[in-house]
């Protein structure tokens, strides 16, 4: 009912930087919070950054000062700039949205991009 879509992960240098992107679409009714996570082999999946509301966001410690996420409507973007070895990661892109005919507000989940930093 409701899906989302990421794009722009790849290979990358130490230093380099990404911009990722996620699309959602369906029969959506209302489309409430959208953020990044990642999850890197043998870890547990983490936050990386979601928008708060009035031009503010969250962004785990890890990553401040080098990435910024974005929002328009359906669609949230992670701009990754600097980017360390340890960044490499499978990310994924999540919204909380009510769907068109349900009764419940449910988190939803795209299919992960991979990003790899390495020289």
């Known amino acids: 009912q409701v899906q989302l879509v990421e794009s722009g992960g790849g290979l990358v240098q130490p230093g380099g930087s990404l911009r990722l992107s996620c699309a959602a679409s369906g029969s959506i009714f209302s489309l409430n919070r959208m953020g990044w996570y990642r999850q890197a082999p043998g870890k547990e999946r983490e936050l990386v950054a979601v928008p708060t509301g009035g031009g503010d966001s969250l962004y785990t410690d890890s990553v401040k000062g080098r990435f910024t996420i974005s929002r328009d409507k359906n669609t949230v973007w992670l701009q990754m700039n600097s980017l360390k070895p340890e960044d490499s990661a499978v990310y994924y892109c999540?919204?909380?949205?009510?769907?068109?005919?349900?009764?419940?507000?449910?988190?939803?989940w795209g299919q992960g991009t991979q990003v790899t930093v390495s020289s």
């Open positions: 999540t919204c909380t949205a009510q769907a068109v005919g349900s009764p419940y507000e449910h988190d939803y």
